[in-house]
């Protein structure tokens, strides 16, 4: 254990992990989506996002940052912040690091630990209601070294599992749920990404693709089901401009970054009005009655 962390994180109130047990489920923008969620669940609230997702750092990109850099203090790096004027919501990934975007991370599992263990006790993360860590798929270093590091401040660690309706997204989910029961760490509920598909004409949502297997786990496992989020185009086109935005604003890094146009956007969204009421769901099972009553919400 190193004590450095459990200060860092001293007045950091919850730290929730989001896991999939399998690639290509939409993890990050769920990632994302909850960061943003939660952001304006308040208008007093801190929240920060953590990507540890060392070999596919997309969290940059998504939330409009991409080739900012980190900054370093006296007291620690600092997260790069997406909205510079109220600093309210905070940003740390490698992809900040790398002298290219399209540069390579090839370590091996020290290097990993040793990354995940500078994020959490070398960057200044202050006093933050939320502490979103969007992991890479599976259950492998990344997953180990993050939760023996966290270990301190365990009572205060969450889950939230993503995953798709179909039998190999599901099959691999539940060698997730036997991770998180194996380590003790609580599981808020689940998401089901890409369920259905959001009609980008007039916002009809059609199950065009297979629906429902991730609430039938939920009966099955004990599971809270948080919610089902489908195919958006809109969302995709936001996480698409955010990526341009950044490339643009990248010869002038310390200009502030136009978050607001990208949040507004958002909200206009049929994804963010149903993320919406998954992070009501969040934010109630954190309440401090419901995390001692059930390890899995």
């Not at 953590?50 to 596919?56: I, K, M």
């Not at 990993?112 to 259950?139: C, H």
């Not at 004409?201 to 609430?215: K, L, R």
Request: with cysteine; proline share 5%; aromatic share 6%.
């Amino acid at each position: 254990m190193n004590p450095s962390i459990s200060n860092r994180l001293q007045n950091v109130k919850h730290i929730i992990i989001v896991l999939s047990g399998k690639g290509g489920v939409g993890k990050s923008s769920i990632s994302v989506q909850l960061a943003w969620s939660l952001y304006s669940s308040s208008p007093t609230a801190r929240v920060a996002i953590l990507d540890v997702d060392l070999t596919g750092p997309s969290i940059p990109r998504m939330m409009g940052v991409d080739g900012h850099a980190v900054h370093q203090s006296t007291d620690g790096w600092v997260p790069v912040f997406v909205d510079r004027e109220k600093s309210r919501l905070g940003c740390m990934s490698v992809g900040f690091l790398l002298k290219r975007k399209e540069d390579s991370v090839v370590w091996r599992g020290p290097k990993k630990n040793a990354m995940i263990r500078q994020f959490l006790s070398d960057v200044r993360w202050g006093e933050l209601d939320y502490l979103v860590i969007d992991t890479p798929p599976g259950t492998s270093d990344e997953h180990l070294s993050l939760l023996e590091h966290l270990a301190p401040v365990h009572e205060r660690l969450s889950s939230v599992l993503v995953t798709t309706p179909q039998v190999v997204a599901l099959t691999d989910m539940a060698k997730c749920l036997s991770f998180t029961r194996t380590v003790n760490l609580p599981v808020l509920g689940l998401i089901e990404n890409m369920s259905g598909y959001v009609c980008p004409c007039c916002g009809e949502i059609s199950n065009i693709f297979s629906t429902g297997g991730g609430e039938e786990m939920c009966k099955r496992d004990n599971l809270t089901f948080l919610g089902a989020l489908p195919i958006d185009t809109q969302l995709v086109e936001l996480l698409d401009a955010s990526a341009e935005q950044a490339t643009s604003d990248t010869s002038q890094p310390d200009k502030p970054i136009d978050s607001v146009s990208l949040y507004q956007r958002y909200h206009a969204t049929t994804s963010s009005k149903i993320m919406q009421d998954i992070t009501q769901k969040i934010i109630q099972a954190l309440q401090p009655s419901s995390l001692t009553s059930n390890h899995e919400i």
